[in-house]
Structure formats: C-alpha cells, structure tokens
C-alpha cells in the first residue's frame, strides 16, 4: 500500500496550478498524494484537463518531446466505476517509450499496472472537425501490439475521472512491438488478446473491449484533440486502450502479450 505523503495541503482548496505543481513533484519524487477530486477548487473535465495541460506544458518547456496520446476509460465498466460516460486522454512523450523486452526498473514507478493494447501509428495529420473510419485507415501508417504501463500519483490507486485526468489519464510508461502491420492485414475489432505472467495467464480479451473497436477509440480522440487545440499529426502513436483487464506489478515478472494479427510484445520488470 501506497501511502500519501504530507504536502500540508491535504484539506486546502488547491487552484489549477497548486494541483499540477503538486503531481508533478509525486511524479519527479515517486511519491503519491492524496486524491484531488475534493480538494480542487474546480472539477469539471475542463478544469482537470487545464491541470493536464500546465503540466504539459512545464514539461515540453523542459524539453520533454511530445510523440503521441494514450486513450484511457476505454472500458463500459471502468466508465461506470468511475462515474463518467466517456473515455479520456493523456500525454505521450517520448521519455516513456520502452523498448520491447527492455528491462524497467520498478523504482521508476510508484505502483504500475499493466494492460494491452492495440498502437496505431499516424502517417498524415487529423485536422477534421468529426472523423470517420476511413480519415482514421487513410491517415494510419500502421499498427502494432502494445503494453502500457500504467502508473498513478495517487496514493493507492484511489481515483476518479477528476483524478485521473489532472494525472495525465494515469501515464507511466508503454513498450511497443517491433512488427508494424498494415490496417488492411488485422481486424482490430476481433483480434483476440492473450496476456502472460511467465506461465500464467492474467489477462485476456480482444478487440471489442475498447470501445467495440479501436478504431471508434481513435475517432474519439482525433476529434477531441481538435477541440482541444492539439490535434494529431503525422507520426504521433495513439494508444487506442485496454483490450482485456489490467494486470498490477509487485514484483519483478515478465509479461508477454500476443495479439491476433499483430503479433508480440513484451514488458520485463526487474
């Protein structure tokens, strides 16, 4: 169990600014906070995503390079825990990229977990006001299997939408696989997942866990991000969500994920 640390403001009203300075230093430090969501003097999506957003900003200011979004709430019961009717987004940057079967450090992490994924990687911008399946195929370079590590800064996972969000939708890390796939070659819709722990079997699912399809994922995005001001671009990765549940990781293991037409990828915790 993850336990807060004392910030001195754990019954303070917190400002937009006070709540991203706040997680930022649980993500430099590795150190959790208390939740957010009764302390910010705002909770709409607005507010909590203008949180995201300072601290993305501080950290492009630092040089961090922006290569992507991840898709998070993909999941009709993950919705419904949390109260909320649709999905949300994070920050990709490419600090968080890990190499396939590349060892992670679990002191990287305050207390990962980790789930499967299809990746689509963009070759042409997505500008539209309201995409549709084809602007998301034409624009698509190609797909690949995927793990995303999650993380949260929020001490023993004890969130909601407002929490999530303003922690950059629970980002940690993510390992892409090495086999680029052409849309046309892999019915991301009915691709089944399997997800292993050595031996084991922890997780499985496929395609129509993320939202029916990940293409309807993606369509999402693509048009929240234009409202947002951020929109898509050629080479960014979209991390479409889970396809099965997430897994958490206590202790050194290695998962080995294969999806249906897209092949392996695996995460090495040491």
């Known amino acids: 169990m993850t336990t807060p640390v004392n910030t001195g403001e754990q019954n303070a009203v917190l400002s937009a600014e006070s709540a991203a300075a706040l997680l930022k230093a649980a993500h430099a430090g590795r150190q959790p906070i208390a939740p957010l969501r009764d302390r910010l003097a705002a909770t709409s999506a607005e507010a909590v995503y203008a949180v995201q957003e300072l601290n993305t900003l501080a950290w492009l200011a630092e040089g961090r390079r922006l290569v992507g979004r991840k898709i998070g709430l993909t999941s009709l019961a993950v919705q419904a825990q949390l109260g909320v009717d649709q999905p949300d987004f994070g920050m990709l940057f490419a600090d968080m990229a890990v190499g396939d079967g590349e060892p992670v450090a679990l002191s990287r992490l305050i207390q990962p977990k980790v789930e499967a994924e299809v990746a689509l990687v963009l070759g042409r911008d997505l500008t539209h006001e309201r995409h549709t399946y084809a602007d998301i195929i034409g624009a698509t370079e190609y797909a690949l299997p995927a793990i995303e590590i999650v993380d949260s800064r929020i001490a023993n996972w004890n969130i909601k939408f407002v929490d999530t969000v303003a922690d950059n939708a629970s980002s940690g890390l993510f390992v892409l696989g090495g086999r680029p796939v052409r849309l046309g070659d892999v019915d991301l819709t009915a691709c089944a997942m399997e997800m292993r722990r050595g031996d084991e079997v922890v997780s ?57 037409g897209l092949g392996t990828v695996s995460a090495l915790f040491a």
Do not use: H, K, Y
């Open 204 to 260: 499985l699912g496929n395609g129509r866990a993320c939202l029916g399809s990940p293409l309807n994922a993606a369509i999402w995005l693509a048009d929240v991000m234009v409202r947002c001001g951020r929109p898509l671009q050629a080479g960014d990765i979209v991390l479409t969500g889970a396809l099965g549940p997430m897994v958490a990781v206590s202790e050194a293991a290695r998962f080995d994920v294969r999806i249906d």
